[in-house]
């Protein structure tokens, strides 16, 4: 929507390029301004990821200034925010029903909680997005033609299913969705890092991704992938090592609630994990709910260890959010309540750091802090899998599983093979 210019460490200026909204209203600088401070004075969530700029200023139709309290290297790759109407901003339009944008796709319909419509502006392709939460019966209406595609959740026995299905072919890509085991830290079992070194030398990843996974995986050692610019290629993932495991607990055998959700993939890896950690001598009572009420637990921070995945992390802002002891609930995403003041200074100092050679330094080196102290172990990050019927073609997978293929995807009603 926009190019932009550093004019000094703290004021970045934006020059809007021509663009309309789906209504037909011009977008300008006044519905960026709408848009941002509608965030900042609420009570979003996403108040803390915009939380460092000071002032926004219009200077004309196409041109606005952003005014923060400290440098930020990567504050133009924070503003990701979809660009409201400023008078509909004004009167209350409820866009949580009826959106507004102006990508590439506009809004058609929601006829039912499970169904959306929207339609590429291109050419005009309508595209009807379903909500169907059992993999079993996504993969059979792929097979009976109700739908054309899908993407991820898939147990490897239906990946294995669908390859060898005429009519259908798969892709798959390398992710990096981070899968991991977070623990409430002021808890007196996990909170012992002792304890969660225990867990991290007891599990046996190779071995799950091999034989649960069937290599659709590769091994975590820190939240952002090793490729990351601020990733640290130097980290070793936790090896397999029961003996010292063992050695840790000095004899122990701690019992510890294990909450995952009902979905059964996630179900039989969270009983793989809990029969790893049962060899050690860890005793495990494992504990499924259905997404909502599991999620709901994990954000008001009733567990005592669980697994999760991060999605579409890009940024490494995401360590203030998760790690730093400022962002415990509801200010961030701290649901452990971890707590270290070197972590918090690392945070701070890359934060502050005047170029992103700089900022990538001390982020590899918090993530070597975060990998020894352990307010997660790291598990996997899991690959992508999207499943079309043979007509759909030039869709393509993005490394954090956003749907932004569907730009360019194409749907021959013949049937024919896909080049």
């Known amino acids: 929507l926009a190019t932009w210019q550093r004019i000094t460490p703290t004021l970045y200026r934006f020059t809007l390029k021509e663009a309309r909204f789906h209504n037909g209203m011009p977008l300008t600088a006044r519905d960026v301004y709408a848009t941002y401070s509608s965030v900042l004075q609420g009570s979003s969530p996403l108040r803390s990821t915009l939380g460092n700029i000071a002032s926004l200023e219009v200077r004309d139709r196409r041109t606005l200034d952003f005014t923060l309290q400290r440098p930020d290297p990567l504050f133009p790759g924070k503003l ?13 339009h409820p866009f949580h029903q009826r959106p507004v944008g102006s990508g590439p796709f506009a809004f058609v319909d929601w006829p039912e909680e499970n169904r959306l419509r929207l339609r590429r502006l291109e050419d005009g392709q309508l595209f009807e997005f379903l909500r ?5 019966v996504r993969v059979l209406k792929l097979l ?9 959740d898939l147990p490897p026995e239906l990946i294995a299913y669908l390859k060898r299905r005429k009519g259908v072919y798969l892709l798959r890509g390398k992710g990096s969705n981070f899968t991991y085991l977070g623990f409430n830290l002021q808890d007196p079992v996990v909170g012992e890092k002792r304890v969660r070194q225990a867990i991290a030398y007891a599990i046996d990843r ?7 996974l069937k290599g659709a995986a590769r091994e975590a050692s820190a939240m952002l992938p090793p490729e990351h610019w601020a990733g640290n290629p130097d980290l070793p993932s936790y090896p397999y090592d029961p003996a010292k495991a063992r050695a840790l ?4 055998s701690p019992s510890i609630t294990y909450k995952t959700s009902s979905d059964p993939f996630r179900l039989r890896l969270a009983t793989v994990i809990q029969h790893q950690l049962a ?3 860890i005793r495990v009572d494992l504990r499924s709910y259905d997404w909502g009420t599991f999620y709901g637990d994990i954000k008001a921070g009733r567990f005592q260890m669980y697994s999760l995945s991060w999605v579409g992390i890009k940024t490494p802002d995401i360590f203030r959010y998760v790690f730093h002891s400022a962002s415990i609930p509801p200010r961030g995403a701290n649901r452990g309540r971890f707590s270290d003041p070197e972590v918090d200074r690392l945070i701070e100092a890359a934060e502050a750091a005047p170029t992103l050679e700089a900022q990538a330094l001390l982020y590899r080196k918090l993530q070597r802090l975060l990998w020894e102290a352990l307010p997660y172990v790291p598990l996997w990050y899991e690959d992508h899998v999207f499943a079309a019927r043979r007509g759909v073609s030039g869709y393509t997978i ?13 749907f021959d009603r013949s ?3 896909v080049p």
């Open 132 to 136: 169907v939460p059992d993999p079993t």
């Open 398 to 410: 993005a490394l954090d599983g956003n749907y932004d293929g569907l730009r360019h995807v194409h």
């Open 80 to 92: 990701t925010l979809g660009i409201l109407p400023a008078p509909l901003i004004e009167k209350g």
């Open 415 to 417: 049937g024919k093979a």
């Open 279 to 281: 060899q050690v001598g």
């Open 249 to 252: 607990l000095q004899g122990r």
């Open 144 to 152: 009976k033609g109700e739908i054309h595609m899908l993407q991820n």
């Open 206 to 212: 190779p071995a799950i991704i091999r034989y649960l």
